[in-house]
């Protein structure tokens, strides 16, 4: 039986406000700050909450487009805008410009950061070529290009501090994703799961860019960084894990990728974030749980060491990436306070894990309409003890290769893909934007080259059957029980990053373009306007001038609206994305904006 929870109304932002100076001290004073908004996900804790509260449920419905700024790019725009002092720093996607504009000045350009790359690198970056955005510590703007080049910008002018090369293209390495500052590092992941790259996440000296430590995701424990105390569900993990589960050498292309969100707890000096799909989606290639791939890690921010990882999803079947964020929040068990950590994972199973040991606390379904697996196995004396208990009807290991195993549900894009989740400590309710999306998954034979793709599987995307019709819904989520409180049913899948707000306001965006507000008790919509292009952007918030303003990209694109983005029509194209998302056209079309919102005075 999963054990409940119940949730405190004190925020892990609260818990990391009187942390000690263990943190980047510029970024853990500046995060404090509501007025302003240095890292991607608003705090070291992800909770992608804000307690500016000039807006509010009363008034929200007065909002208006104050200033818009074009990207001069195309395709998918995700991540959002930063905002120190009086300036605000957007990015775009490849070729990965970077605006530095002046708020006191209508957004006037201050500096442009425009780097030239090889126009190479868009054929190998999976799911279109959008960049998870920036972050800012120590008078510097980080940035890490589709190329993988680390680059650190002089915040006032834009100069180049340093830079340093991540990956290699050549072989299918590349990034989408944001970087995180901690202490005197900078961490940095690497995309390229689909081309059987070994991927890993590594820390840079934020002053040099000289590498600090390199941690992979599977491999020999020398490469992995595990130890004799690395533990597993409270166990130890014993020498060299991850190689007992693969196959002879699979392992040096086996993916777990790192292109998804991090997070960190100064008080414990854990950094946290989850690993990808093993490479190739055709499991019968590569037997074995293929750890660890599918994973959470916890480790050790100074030395990269792990302390402890769970793994999600063994011998992954269906491509549920495990990158997507680590919420930290406080929570009540059994009377006592307790350090928490929540996932909402691709596979469709909603997590709760005491973030310092790495129990498993809840698993449970955050759609309905995920079937691929009866439940994750909560009895701790169980040999299957949590793991996922998979159906046989869809296991596209057991139906075998060449057999197309229909009506998978989620899809490969998951129940929730990158697009991250909001935590209130206000509602005490997790705001999670969803796909509700299956899929037909048909797996055949590969081989590796280096650079080429190494995929393995054909797939075909549609709406959960017998729902409403769409493919999306908003929810808010409730950790101590582990269900949802109230759902909001979308047309498509909701891909942009949620933002909660201390007015009782929670924002998120449309793939058809709409910003939309809805109450955070309720969920009733309270606002929306509709953008020049579908929203893939996540909602930020800022103050100038002592008022509040709402800002989002806007730009479609992504995974679900890689036919848009890419100009495909072949209903297979984009891993199956192209036909599930085909009447999206219908809606909006390309673009590039950052639209500013407030209320007028």
Not at 217 to 234: R, W
Not at 439 to 444: Q, V
Request: net charge neutral; proline share 6%.
């Amino acid at each position: 039986m999963r054990r409940l929870l119940v949730l405190t109304a004190t925020a892990a932002a609260t818990v990391f406000f009187g942390a000690p100076a263990s943190a980047n001290d510029s970024v853990l004073k500046l995060t404090q700050d509501p007025n302003q908004w240095v890292l991607q996900t608003g705090d070291y804790a992800n909770t992608r909450h804000s307690k500016l509260k000039q807006i509010t449920t009363d008034n929200v419905n007065k909002l208006q487009v104050s200033w818009t700024f074009s990207t001069g790019v195309l395709r998918g725009h995700e991540g959002s805008p930063l905002v120190v002092g009086d300036t605000m720093y957007v990015h775009t996607p490849f070729p990965n410009i970077v605006y530095a504009l002046d708020l006191n000045n209508d957004g006037k350009i201050l500096w442009k950061y425009e780097p030239k790359q090889d126009p190479n690198v868009i054929p190998v970056m999976c799911c279109d070529t959008v960049n998870r955005g920036l972050a800012y510590a120590d008078g510097k703007v980080f940035l890490h290009q589709a190329d993988t080049k680390v680059v650190a910008l002089d915040a006032k002018t834009g100069k180049v501090a340093w830079s340093v090369v991540n990956g290699d293209p050549k072989k299918g390495e590349t990034n989408t994703a944001t970087v995180m500052p901690v202490k005197d590092k900078v961490l940095v992941g690497i995309s390229g799961g689909e081309f059987g790259v070994q991927c890993h996440v590594t820390a840079y000296d934020i002053n040099t860019g000289k590498q600090a430590w390199r941690a992979y995701s599977v491999g020999p424990d020398s490469q992995i960084l595990f130890d004799e105390k690395t533990t597993a569900l409270g166990k130890p993990v014993g020498k060299d894990s991850s190689l007992a589960t693969w196959q002879g050498d699979q392992w040096k292309t086996g993916g777990g990728c790192t292109w998804g969100w991090y997070s960190y707890d100064p008080q414990l000096n854990l950094i946290y974030y989850g690993s990808g799909n093993p490479s190739t989606w055709n499991p019968k290639q590569r037997p074995g749980d293929n750890k660890w791939s599918m994973t959470i890690f916890a480790r050790d921010a100074d030395t990269g060491v792990a302390k402890w990882v769970y793994q999600m999803t063994p011998h992954d079947q269906w491509d549920f990436d495990g990158i997507n964020e680590m919420i930290l929040a406080d929570q009540q068990i059994g009377g006592q306070t307790r350090p928490t950590l929540v996932h909402f994972d691709r596979n469709g199973f909603g997590y709760t894990l005491d973030r310092k040991t790495g129990e498993l606390l809840v698993a449970e379904k955050f759609d309905p309409a995920v079937n691929w697996a009866t439940k994750v196995d909560m009895d701790k004396s169980s040999p299957t003890y949590g793991r996922p208990l998979v159906v046989a009807k869809y296991s596209t290991e057991q139906n075998g290769e060449d057999v197309n195993s229909t009506g998978i549900c989620p899809a490969a894009l998951g129940t929730k893909d990158q697009q991250p989740a909001s935590y209130s400590p206000d509602t005490g309710l997790f705001y999670v934007p969803t796909n509700h999306v299956c899929m037909d998954y048909e797996p055949f034979r590969v081989s590796y080259t280096p650079g080429q793709p190494y995929v393995g599987a054909t797939l075909s995307m549609f709406p959960a059957p017998g729902s409403h019709g769409g493919m999306g819904n908003f929810i808010a989520w409730d950790a101590k029980q582990g269900k949802i409180v109230w759902s909001n049913p979308e047309q498509f899948s909701v891909w942009s990053g949620a933002l909660s707000t201390a007015g009782g306001v929670v924002f998120y965006g449309t793939l058809e373009g709409y910003l939309k507000a809805v109450d955070a008790k309720t969920g009733k919509e309270l606002y929306k306007f509709k953008t020049p292009s579908g929203i893939i952007g996540n909602v930020m918030t800022y103050t100038h001038k002592g008022k509040q303003y709402v800002a989002v990209l806007s730009g479609v694109g992504g995974w679900a609206g890689i036919g848009l983005a890419a100009g495909l029509n072949d209903p297979n194209a984009g891993l199956g994305a192209v036909g599930g998302y085909a009447a999206l056209s219908n809606y909006t079309a390309l673009g590039g904006q950052l639209t500013v919102f407030a209320i007028p005075q």
